[in-house]
């Protein structure tokens, strides 16, 4: 069984950055795919980005341009970094692993096997 830990979320004011990471517990970390998704209360956990066991990455549009996933595999970690932050990325982030069987949907939070218990994110303006 895996487990992922999430780690870097705080309160920052609009403008600034935060780098999330998230460790998986063990080496089959290299062959996941991974997403970061965030939820707000009352709403749908959305995709922010995912990242390939190759490192080739996607993004929500609303976040290109100013964050940034990246994996480590060595270290087990997915990163987000996150600059230039907007009241409106206020909400809980989780990252994902999919480890297979079938095809990988990116963008949505059904296409995962394991998830993380989240950091809180808080943007002020």
């Known amino acids: 069984q895996e487990t992922l830990v999430e780690s870097g979320g705080g309160s920052v004011r609009s403008g600034e950055s935060l780098r999330l990471s998230c460790e998986a517990s063990?080496?089959?970390?290299?062959?996941?795919?991974m997403g970061w998704f965030r939820q707000t209360p009352g709403n749908k956990r959305e995709v922010v980005a995912g990242i390939e066991d190759g490192g080739k990455t996607r993004y929500k549009n609303s976040v290109l341009g100013r964050f940034t996933i990246s994996r480590d595999n060595a270290k087990k970690t997915v990163y987000l970094q996150m600059n230039s932050l907007k009241p409106e990325d206020t909400a809980m982030y989780y990252c994902?692993?999919?480890?297979?069987?079938?095809?990988?949907?990116?963008?949505?939070?059904?296409?995962?096997?394991?998830w993380g218990r989240g950091t809180q994110v808080t943007v002020s303006s």
């Open positions: 994902a692993a999919f480890r297979g069987p079938g095809v990988w949907v990116w963008d949505s939070d059904q296409g995962y096997n394991y």
């Open positions: 063990t080496a089959a970390f290299r062959y996941y795919r």
